[in-house]
């Protein structure tokens, strides 16, 4: 069986392969090159992406002898879903791997934005001395605001509770029963609108949806509290970022903590670039060497699954 990576993998799940007798071939930038992954993709039995490698209607029809489409990761909005089922090929998502790892960013940006120890530690070493400038605030009775109410938000919420935030949530899916709400103590919101009004943190929590693109804009922006933060790392184009640059110059709300962002990677003249307030990271909120090994072992296994026709517990469609 032939495996072909177009993407980064980290190399346990190279190796899995290998042991379970899969020939590998892997490039991680043939993502990037179309035409040349076109011509490829008729030789493999699989195909491993991530999330730059568009699998639409013209490459699953070019990977006719795949059996099966592995995601390192948990977004599919570079997947066609329809088109794969369709044409029976499952794909495979990993499904929770790496729901720590973007936890934990979302209490580290919180952090970052109240007790901003980076800038105290270049003002140090220039000779300065300014502890009443870098006096903070405590995240504790602070409302944590949570859009999308799935594994990930559990997690951010289980964490912001033990730091004494009050955490809610908004999410039309969610029933008063599910564990979040039942378990967690996440308080959840009707609208979207009391979830920005009432938050002094806004976590981004759901897919990149026709619902759900730009569902933070001007319109709503300013119903934010003028001290409160947008952190995002779900998907680019949920926030609307031309809106969010405006929002933060004009001090209707205090900043941003922007993991993705819609165009990636985001040119070194972007505006985005030139603002203080708006932090940008380079979609790194779930990339920690633990999860990308979860990840990459999830994913090769489940494909062999797949290739010796079992079920997958991670199959999408």
Known sequence: MKVLVTELMWEDGINELKRQGCRVDYDQELGRRRDELLELAPHYDALIVRN?????????DAAKHAQVIGRLGVGLDNID????EVRNKP??????ANATSVAEYVIAAMLDAYRPLIEADA???KGR???RFFTGFELNKRTLGLVGMGEIAQRVATRAKALGMDVIGYDPFVTPYDHIVAETGVRPVETLDTLLQESDFVSVHVPLTRATKH?????NLPLMKRHAYIINSARGGIVQEQDLM????????AGAYLDVLEQEPVPSDSPLAQIEAIRLSPHIAGLTDEAQSRTAMLVAREVINVLHGRESLCAVV
């Open 52 to 60: 730059e490698t568009q699998v639409d209607s013209v490459l699953l």
């Open 81 to 84: 879903l329809k088109a794969a």
């Open 91 to 96: 794909v495979i998502a990993a499904k929770h």
């Open 123 to 125: 003002d140090v070493r």
């Open 129 to 131: 001395w300014d502890r």
């Open 215 to 219: 569902m933070i804009h001007k319109a």
């Open 246 to 253: 405006e929002a933060v110059k004009r001090e209707q709300v």
